[in-house]
């Protein structure tokens, strides 16, 4: 697993949340974001993110949080259709990991692994994974773990 640190800046994106336990129905969501996305034209040189909000160890699953978004300009005018917010940068670990979902599930274990080793300390805010390019052609995503 390839790991490198990096200055994430701040993102204005456009979401979709789900409430429930992490998993398959996560992909839904941002199905329903790409295909937002794709109407509005967003999705070429789009920056995706998929954001658990909770840690599912401390927070009962069907009140955990997932939000499925994208990155789009300051001035982008939503319609009403989607929500919209603010993502705080800041410094990360970011690890490349191939988008399978036992790769990324692998990945998580070896990271909350490092993190309770005391290999490097946690930011309180939440892991994004973030996605870039046509999974076609770009079959890998990255884990950002946001440090202090």
């Known amino acids: 697993m390839k790991c490198k640190t990096e200055t994430i800046p701040n993102y204005r994106v456009a979401y979709v949340r789900r409430v429930g336990p992490y998993g398959p129905e996560n992909i839904k969501v941002m199905e ?15 920056i995706l993110f998929g954001i658990p909000q909770d840690n599912p ?3 009962q699953p ?4 997932f939000d499925a978004c994208i990155v789009i300009s300051e001035n982008y005018e939503i319609d009403g259709t989607i929500s919209v917010k ?11 990991v191939k ?4 790769d990324i599930q692998k990945a998580y274990e070896n990271i909350l692994l490092a993190i309770q080793n005391n290999e490097f300390e946690m930011d309180n805010k939440p892991i994004i994974e973030r996605y870039t390019g046509d999974i076609n052609t770009n079959p890998t995503c990255e884990i950002c ?4």
């Open 32 to 46: 329903e974001l790409k295909k937002w996305a794709r109407e509005k034209d967003l999705l070429k040189t789009a």
């Open 57 to 59: 160890e401390t927070m």
């Open 62 to 65: 069907e009140n955990c949080k």
């Open 86 to 96: 603010e993502i705080s940068g800041g410094n990360y670990l970011v690890y490349e």
């Open 99 to 102: 988008h399978t979902a036992v």
């Open 145 to 148: 773990v946001p440090m202090n």
